[in-house]
């Protein structure tokens, strides 16, 4: 795409009057998002208000609605709920009410406001700037602001933001607060599964989700849960014998445990409710199992904020200035979004009216339609979740008589469990005998290999690392032995999931088809590396564990800097040469400066970060975060870094290192690891079997695949899932760093430096556009978002 980039510099914000609230139901993220646009309406010279209490600090005005400087938002980044308060409001719903905050707003010349908040709050705040006009009239008829102000503070601007953790706004792919709030759950899942396995009980976890079933969906995706009830997808009459026999059918497979899941909005297809305590009488009852309920209730809304929240909800509130930036009195009320991986604007009603829809086709058992309007992230999702949770009889299966092979290579990547045994359960769904190859291509030279089944890889969703054994070996120096494996066990095609290594193994491999027809079969791969350094794909699985690792550790040594004052800790992150971990880590610590590899520095720019430094030690925030890529500079070490900083600060502040390591790898994966692994995985199986029927050589009886095409990765592109040939990706790399030419995250790095208050240039050519919400067709679910 050629376009000149925008930038915002030509966007001032001077005599602007900005508001910003957060209403309904808090969500972790929030203050993340009021820290953006505060610090973002700031630096374009904007006045930003804190308006305290949602609509009812707005109704009474006074004390409720201040101005607030830079440091007014320091330290609230890793902070749940919202500190600016949220209330419920009824006088904000009668016109009198309306009235006085309309007062309580032109008073202090605001104009613009920034709300944050789930569909109620959202439908509030768009009937008040239609109505803005009529509310300035009238406080002139009633003598209490002059004419000059009617016409001054003429109209209204509106920008939301959804902050929700139910995860049920039609529009955007997720809202502020439900990955935390996953984070939560599967914690709790977690921690049950020990003690479940060790009494072989089964135990019935009741989620939030009146209306959305989101997170119980996702979170039994996640856990690889034994049933599941959700509002949108009520279970077909008879589902108390099924759900039973499939209960004692996984106990007779020598399973201690079963889990089940249900969304507190959970019906039946007669839209009677299910209850967690139902579900337990009946399985007490039918099977006589040892059954517990566990209600999860406001600990999914509580504790810290999820890196995903933190980096989403930064994106959305310095979009949602842009967007009251340059919105004129024709622009509709807008939500700021995000689609795939791009932050969108769409019409505040259209999404609202969309959502509403939902409601409403459940009400009247449209439940297919339903689903559909939910997006296709939760077709998908579903989609996925009924192709893995129950295997059918063996009898039922097609038999395809292929032999198809799952190998992790490279570092271990939390949530690489995840991704196998989505491919080996959905192999064996298509009728393909599948293989685990151990310890990756050595293992696979060694004959490592056997058979595995679906029992086999029950339970691996939540395990960290790699069961299967991973190694970074190439397989240029065993092609012999490999072709030589791959014949004896007479494999049709090889899913490899893993990191930069597997992208070059499948590059070797396809150059040696000449050589080798053993080679001539489809082969896939799945980008798993905590590094996110794959060409192809924006996100790699184990890349978000990672993240929240640091974010985690900085929060802590921030915590222990706060304490002791004038204190500026240096990190070093993983990462090889690419800064996505340094970038994204500063952007979700709320850091002063990440130093990365593909943004040179020289002792000018770090001569400059020190006197910011020490500017910001005379302020109120006495302490300093530095992030650096563990490869950014061969010269610039994570020592010559500290030691600079020690020299340069004396009498200001001290300084102290922290070299995160290999705790960056372990860990288990967070549920977006467990979610993207499973989903991603499962749809390159599917193309495997595909492909498969495509090359198959009836009069030879052999698959032959020698084309370009049937050797590919499979990557997250923007807004979609896409599979491309490795040899089109070699132009895009470079090889010596091993990173891909272009990041999509570059972008975003302007972002962190604004919210650290650097003077910097931000290309906003993605944004700005006004989109309408896209009703998609059930086709576009199999192919597209994640």
Sequence with gaps: MDHQPKFFENLSGTGKAIGVLTSGGDAQGMNAAVRAVVRMGIYVKAKVYFVYEGYQGMVDGGDNIVEVSWESVSSILQVGGTVIGSARCKSFRTREGRLQAAYNLVRRGITNLCVIGGDGSLTGANLFREEWSGLLEELAQKGKIDEE????????????????????????????????????????????????????????????????????????????????????????????????????????????????I?????????????????????????LGFDTRVTILGHVQRGGTPSAFDRILASRMGVEAVLALLEATPDTPACVVSLSGNQAVRLPLMECVQMTQEVQKAMDEGRFVEAVRLRGRSFENNLNTYKLLSQKKPDAELPKSNFNVAVLN??????????????????????????????????????????????????????????????????????????????????????????????????LELSAAREKYDEFCVPMVMV???????????????????????????????????????????????????????????????????????????????????????????????????????????????????????????????????????????????????????????????????????ETYRKEEGKVFANTDDSVCLLGMRRRNLVFQPVAELKNETDFVHRIPMEQWWLKLRPLMKILAKYKTSYDVSDSGQLEHVAMHSPKEAETGAI
């Design 262 to 286: 249900v969304a507190e909005g959970a019906i039946d297809c007669h839209n009677k409710p299910i209850t967690s305590e139902k579900v337990k009488d009946l399985v007490v009852q039918r």
């Design 149 to 260: 102000a009617v016409k001054k503070y003429a109209y209204l601007n509106i920008v939301g933001m959804v902050g929700s953790i139910d995860n049920d706004f039609c529009g955007t792919d997720m809202t502020i607060g439900t990955d935390s709030a996953l984070h939560r759950i599967i914690e709790v899942v977690d921690a049950i599964m020990t003690t479940a396995q060790s009494h072989q009980r089964t135990f019935v976890l009741e989620v939030m989700g009146r209306h959305c079933g989101y997170l119980a969906l996702v979170s039994a995706l996640a856990c690889g849960a034994d049933w599941v009830f959700i509002p949108e997808y009520p279970p077909e009459e008879g589902w108390e014998d099924s759900m039973c026999v499939k209960l004692s059918e996984n106990r007779a497979r020598k399973k201690r445990l079963n889990i089940i």
């Design 527 to 693: 980008p798993a590396t905590v590094s996110n350094n794959v060409p192809g794909s924006d996100f790699s699985i184990g890349a978000d564990t990672a993240l929240n690792t640091i974010t985690d550790t900085c929060d802590r040594i921030k915590q222990s800097a706060s304490g002791t004052k004038r204190r500026v800790f240096i990190i070093e992150t993983m990462g090889g040469y690419c800064g996505y971990l340094a970038n994204m880590g500063a952007l979700a610590a709320g850091a002063d400066a990440a130093y990365i590899f593909e943004e040179q520095f020289d002792i000018r720019e770090l001569q400059a970060n020190v006197e910011h430094l020490t500017e910001k030690m005379k302020t109120s925030i006495q302490r300093g975060l530095v992030l650096r890529n563990e490869n950014c500079n061969e010269n610039y070490t994570t020592d010559f870094i500290y030691q600079l900083y020690s020299e340069e600060g004396k009498g200001v502040f001290d300084c102290r290192k922290n070299v995160l390591g290999h705790m960056q790898q372990g860990g288990a994966p967070s549920p977006f690891d467990r979610n993207f692994g499973t989903k991603i995985s499962a749809k390159a199986m599917q193309w495997i079997s595909k492909k498969l029927k």
């Design 409 to 506: 290579v490279g570092a271990p990547a939390a949530g690489m469990n995840a991704a196998v045994r989505a491919a080996v359960r959905v192999g064996i769904t298509e009728g393909h005998k599948m293989f685990a190859v151990i310890d990756g291509f050595e293992g696979f030279a060694r004959g490592k290999i056997k058979e595995i089944s679906w029992g086999d890889v029950g339970g691996w969703t939540g395990q960290g690392g790699s069961i299967l054994g991973t190694k970074r070996t190439l397989p240029a120096k065993y092609l012999e032995k490999i072709a030589d494996q791959m014949r004896t066990n007479n494999i049709n095609a090889l899913m490899v999931i893993g990191g930069f290594e597997a992208y070059l193994g499948l």
